[in-house]
């Protein structure tokens, strides 16, 4: 069976964390894990089941953020490549008190490139679940990938991963 990958930055913080915990529900030997740091298109083409996992600490643009310079070294790169048939999916950290109206929108963003380049996401999750006002990474109803808030709601992490592992588990086929 083909590896899974974890895409996964910035390093040593809650998305790092998060990613962890990620492999761990997948399994360790089943997963791959790469930070995006140092990742280029060639890396996401050897895969053709990767998670994403990315934090939301800037603005409107990948080029305002200050704090998540892997992601927006690596994002140019999300573009280099199409999509079509490989498995995908997102988990994007968040802090749906201070930040509710732009809870998680890097979420959006990323599934945005990726749909735009022929890329299909699994693991959406109802909106309705989230307190928050706006973000750009929900679409009918749902939020384009798991968002997951480790500043005010640690206590959620687990049962959501679990949750949401369970749901890309048939499409992943892990
Ligand atoms: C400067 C800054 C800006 C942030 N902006 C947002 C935001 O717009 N939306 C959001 O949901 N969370 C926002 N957050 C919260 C982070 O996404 C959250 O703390 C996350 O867990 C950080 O994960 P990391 O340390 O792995 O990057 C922001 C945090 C910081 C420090």
Do not use: C
């Not at 643009?61 to 048939?85: C, M, Q, R, S």
């Amino acid at each position: 069976m083909s590896k899974i990958a974890i895409f996964f930055g910035p390093l040593k913080g809650a998305v790092n964390r998060v990613a962890d915990k990620v492999k761990d529900a997948i399994g360790e030997e089943k997963v791959e894990m790469v930070p995006v740091k140092d990742a280029t298109v060639a890396d996401l083409e050897k895969y053709d089941k990767i998670i994403f996992g990315i934090s939301t600490v800037g603005k409107e643009t990948w080029h305002a953020t200050y704090n998540n310079v892997d992601w927006a070294k690596f994002l140019p790169e999300i573009g280099k490549t199409n999509y079509e048939g490989k498995k995908l999916a997102i988990f994007g950290l968040g802090d749906h008190v201070t930040y509710a109206a732009t809870f998680v929108d890097h979420i959006g963003l990323l599934a945005k490139e990726l749909m735009a380049n022929g890329g299909t996401l699994a693991g959406k999750v109802p909106a309705d679940d989230y307190e928050f006002d706006e973000s750009e990474a929900v679409e009918d109803g749902k939020f384009l990938g798991l968002p997951v808030d480790e500043d005010f709601e640690p206590e959620l992490t687990d049962e959501r991963v679990k949750n949401w592992i369970e749901q890309i588990r048939p499409e992943f086929g892990f």
